[in-house]
């Protein structure tokens, strides 16, 4: 089954600057990376996806890029604010898992002002 | 986007008692449900896969006659955890999906206690 790697697991930084987190999965049949941001006692929401066919994708201050052949893809956050602070997690999904996603184990992200 | 919602957003029973917690897409059809159960600090753990109309799919080491999830209608999903202890206490997620899209949209979660 798939696997996916998320790291760092914290991540600090001030704010205004930039943000990544990086995530590798190892079934090549993966096929689409959703990131979802949790703030605490809330459920995840989905701040940005990619499909396979797409190399980068950007809105506003948060982009993916995907690399196929390395199977890694990253979330970038630019000009970081306090309220940015919260867990990400990365996720696949694989054609084959009948929708199921396999989860990254998550970054926390504190932005100091 | 899509909005998930479930109830309630908390809840506190005694040991031995079930409960039941509702999952509704609100404005889109979802053809499947997906329960999480989450430990603090951790990520999310899929317990079951719920298809409406047919019987849910349980991931290894979840007891099906301990969760019961029931996918009656398209926009509506429950779990009940049957005779709860307190080692069930967790915040419980939900998930919906539309048929073929991949993306998963999110309810606010259950914090459920067991004393």
């Known amino acids: 089954g798939e696997n996916v790697e998320q790291h760092p697991s914290t991540l600090s930084v001030q704010e205004g600057d930039s943000a990544v987190i990086k995530c590798t999965y190892s079934?090549?049949?993966?096929?689409?990376f959703p990131w979802y941001k949790q703030e605490l006692g809330k459920g995840p929401q989905l701040i940005i996806d990619i499909r396979s066919n797409v190399g980068e994708k950007k809105d506003q201050r948060i982009a993916v890029t995907l690399n196929k052949t390395a199977k890694h893809f990253s979330l970038h956050i630019t000009e970081t604010q306090p309220e940015d602070s919260a867990v990400y997690f990365c996720a696949a999904l694989a054609g084959t898992s009948y929708g199921k996603l396999t989860f990254g184990q998550g970054t926390i992200l504190t932005v100091h002002p | 986007g899509a909005v998930v919602s479930q109830h309630p957003s908390w809840v506190i029973c005694k040991s031995g008692t079930s409960v039941k917690i509702e999952c509704r897409s609100l404005?889109?059809?979802?053809?499947?449900m997906f329960w999480y159960r989450q430990f603090p600090k951790q990520s999310l753990m899929l317990m079951a896969t719920s298809n409406e109309g047919s019987k849910a799919t349980y991931e290894q080491g979840v007891e099906k006659d301990k969760f019961l999830i029931n996918h009656a209608s398209l926009t509506l999903s429950t779990l009940t955890v049957t005779s709860a202890h307190p080692e069930d206490s967790s915040f419980y997620i939900c998930s919906a999906s539309l048929r073929g899209l991949g993306e998963q949209f999110f309810g606010p979660g259950t914090r459920l206690t067991v004393l």
């Open positions: 404005d889109f059809q979802a053809t499947t």
């Open positions: 079934d090549s049949a993966s096929n689409y």
